[in-house]
Structure formats: C-alpha cells, structure tokens
T-cell receptor, first 113, second 110 residues
Framework: GAGVSQSPSNKVTEKGKDVELRCDPI?????LYWYRQSLGQGLEFLIY????????KSGLPSDRFSAERTGGSVSTLTIQRTQQEDSAVYLC???????????FGSGTQLSVL | QKEVEQDPGPLSVPEGAIVSLNCTYS??????FMWYRQYSRKGPELLMY????GNKEDGRFTAQVDKSSKYISLFIRDSQPSDSATYLC??????????FGTGTRLQVFP
C-alpha cells in the first residue's frame, strides 16, 4: 500500500500479558517513529529509528517497552507484562531521511484489562 | 512546563467562520513547524509545514510562525463541517523527533 500500515488496529489484552505491535512504513522511508497517544493527551514520543538503528530511545517509558526494526522496513513495538496505564493508541510514522514531515498510520488501539 | 502548549478546546464555531488555532513553545531551537489534522480513529495527517518564521497559505489554510514570540497559529477561512477534527501543532529543531501539542478539538456546525 501507499501509506503507513499498522497492525492490529485493535488489541485487547489482560494485565501481565505481552503484546507486539507492528508497523510497515512507506516504501523508501528510512526513518520510523513510534508515538503514544492517550485520551486527551498529545502525542508522546517513544522511539525513533534511522534504518535499523535507534539513535533516540529516550521516550520509552520503562524497560517493559522495546522496539526493533529489521531490513530497514518493518518495525515491532513490544510491551512486556502490560499494565492498565499502557492503554492508549500507539501510532507509527515514517519519513524520508533528514525530512521533518512525518506520515502516520491509523494506529493500534491497545486496551489492557 | 511543557515544551509545547496548546489549548485543548473544544472550539465550536458555525459554518463559514474564521478559525484561529494557536500554540506557544519554549525551545528557541525549534525551526520546523507543522500542523496536523486528526479525524476520529485515524492517524494525524500533515496539513501545513513551515520553516522558520513567516506565513504560508494553502487554500483556506494559513500558517503563521512568530519565532520572536515563540507563537504559531493556524487560520482556517470559510470553515466547513468537514473541518471538524483535532488539530495538533508540532515542531522540531531538526530532522528528528517532532514535539506535539495536546491538540485542539474543533467542531464546525452547519
């Protein structure tokens, strides 16, 4: 597809379970970003990839959160031992190298019961 | 204090009104300024992009940046019900992470 693709679109999980969220960026975009959006909040930066490396992981809220990117394309955000406060929309965006304009996917709505 | 401040609204206006949305910021290193529009259950989409100070116009939308006051604005002329969405300002110092405002929810009623 032409846009950023995220899956699943919705995920309901029980507290304590691990979840994996997937992002497929726009073809040719070398930069990839993960953001989190909680109800009534702005977008909270989580992590940024340039190619397969992550020069900025400063936004990851705890060591339960990790992300990887393989082949300079698909990225996976993993949340271990989920907590109720992890409930939010997780948004992925991509951009061309050294471009400030981000293109977002529709997000994954995560609900932790 | 947040790096970027934005009034969350909601802002409710009649169709045809001029809408003014604003953000203030504290980091003088910011030089790339953007406005994103987000419809319900969708990801944000880039609406306007401005580098440094000045104005930019695109159809019914005008973006203004005043770096001396650390203040940016988005104006929507002849607002339409289809403009009803959340508008997020975003800015960065360089080609890395964007810092977003909390978003202003706009409702344009017929």
């Amino acid at each position: 597809g032409a846009g950023v693709s995220q899956s699943p679109s919705n995920k309901v999980t029980e507290k304590g379970k691990d979840v994996e969220l997937r992002c497929d960026p726009i073809s040719g975009h070398t930069a990839l970003y993960w953001y989190r959006q909680s109800l009534g909040q702005g977008l909270e930066f989580l992590i940024y990839f340039q190619g397969n490396s992550a020069p900025d992981k400063s936004g990851l809220p705890s060591d339960r959160f990790s992300a990887e990117r393989t082949g300079g394309s698909v990225s996976t955000l993993t949340i271990q031992r989920t907590q109720q406060e992890d409930s939010a929309v997780y948004l992925c965006a991509s951009s061309l190298k050294n471009e400030e304009k981000l293109f977002f996917g529709s997000g994954t709505q995560l609900s932790v019961l | 204090q947040k790096e970027v401040e934005q009034d969350p609204g909601p802002l409710s206006v009649p169709e045809g009104a001029i809408v003014s949305l604003n953000c203030t910021y504290s980091n003088s290193a910011f030089q790339y300024f953007m406005w994103y529009r987000q419809y319900s259950r969708k990801g944000p989409e880039l609406l306007m992009y401005t580098y440094s100070s000045g104005n930019k116009e695109d159809g019914r939308f005008t973006a203004q940046v005043d770096k001396s006051s650390k203040y940016i604005s988005l104006f929507i002329r002849d607002s339409q019900p289809s403009d009803s969405a959340t508008y997020l300002c975003a800015m960065s110092a360089g080609p890395d992470k964007l810092i977003f405002g909390t978003g202003t929810r706009l409702q344009v009623f017929p």
